[in-house]
C-alpha cells in the first residue's frame, strides 16, 4: 500500500527534490550545505525503505515500481543541479555523464526485461556504487562553502567530491555491463524461443 513506512520514505525521497534543488539554486554557504543535508537525508532512506520493507515483510509492486524511480529523479536532479551551476569542474562532468547514461540504459534494460517476466538483482557492487555516487554527490552540494559553514572550509571538499564521483562513474560502468550482459542474455534467450522450429516440445497447432 503507498501508505505503508517503506513507501512513504520512498516518496519523501522524491518530495525532498524540489526543497534540495531550491536550496542549491540558492549557493549561498549555509543553502550549500543544507541542500547537503536534504540529500543525504533522502538518501539514507533509500537503505531504510527496502530493510524495513523486508523486516516487516511489507513489499509491494507499488514499492518495487517507484524505489528505483525515486533514486533516479534524485540522482538525475543532483547531477543536473551541480553541472547547471557550474559547481562541476570540466573534468568532473565526464563521470557525470556515465552515472547519467548508466541509469538510463538500466531503465531501458528494466522496462524490456518487465515484459519478459525477468528482472535484473541488484549485487553487492550496485550497492558500493550507490554508496560511492550518493557520498559524491551530497559532498559535491556542500562544496567548500558548505563545508565551512561546519568547520571544514580547510579540506578540498569540491576535489573529494569530484574524487568520489570518479570512482562512482568506474563502479558504474562495471555494474552497467554486468547489467547489459543480464539483458543481453535474457533477449538472445527469448529470440531463440521465438524463432525455435516446430518439435516435439513446439508442435505446430493447426485449426
Known amino acids: 500500500m503507498p501508505t505503508d513506512l517503506p513507501n512513504i520514505l520512498t516518496l519523501s525521497r522524491i518530495a525532498a527534490i524540489p526543497l534540495m534543488v531550491a536550496l542549491a539554486a540558492i549557493h549561498e554557504p ?6 547537503c543535508l536534504v540529500f543525504s537525508v533522502a538518501g539514507i532512506t533509500d537503505y531504510f525503505d527496502g530493510k524495513i520493507a523486508r ?5 509491494s509492486d507499488f514499492g518495487r515500481m517507484l524505489d528505483p524511480i525515486a533514486d533516479k529523479l534524485l ?4 547531477l543536473m543541479m551541480l553541472a547547471g551551476m557550474g559547481r562541476l ?6 563521470p557525470a555523464i556515465v552515472i547519467m547514461l548508466r541509469e538510463i540504459l538500466v531503465s531501458g534494460l528494466r522496462e524490456y526485461l518487465a515484459g519478459l517476466k525477468a ?3 541488484v549485487t553487492r557492487l550496485a550497492k558500493w556504487k550507490t554508496g560511492f555516487q550518493m557520498g ?9 562553502s558548505g563545508a565551512a559553514v561546519i568547520g571544514l572550509g580547510a579540506l578540498p571538499i569540491s576535489l573529494i567530491g ?3 564521483l570518479w570512482a562512482a562513474a568506474v563502479l558504474t560502468i562495471m555494474t552497467g555491463w554486468d547489467y547489459l550482459r543480464t539483458g543481453l542474455h535474457h533477449a538472445v534467450a527469448a529470440d531463440a524461443k521465438r524463432i525455435q522450429p516446430p518439435g516435439e516440445n513446439n508442435p ?3 485449426p
Open 204 to 206: 505446430v497447432l493447426h
Open 75 to 78: 540522482v538525475g536532479a543532483a
Open 55 to 59: 523486516d516487516r515483510q511489507l513489499t
Open 136 to 144: 559524491a554527490l551530497g559532498t559535491l552540494l556542500a562544496g567548500d
Open 119 to 121: 528482472g535484473l538483482p
Open 162 to 164: 569530484e574524487a568520489l
Open 89 to 94: 569542474s570540466a573534468a568532473g562532468l565526464f
Open 30 to 35: 549555509w543553502a550549500d550545505f543544507g541542500a
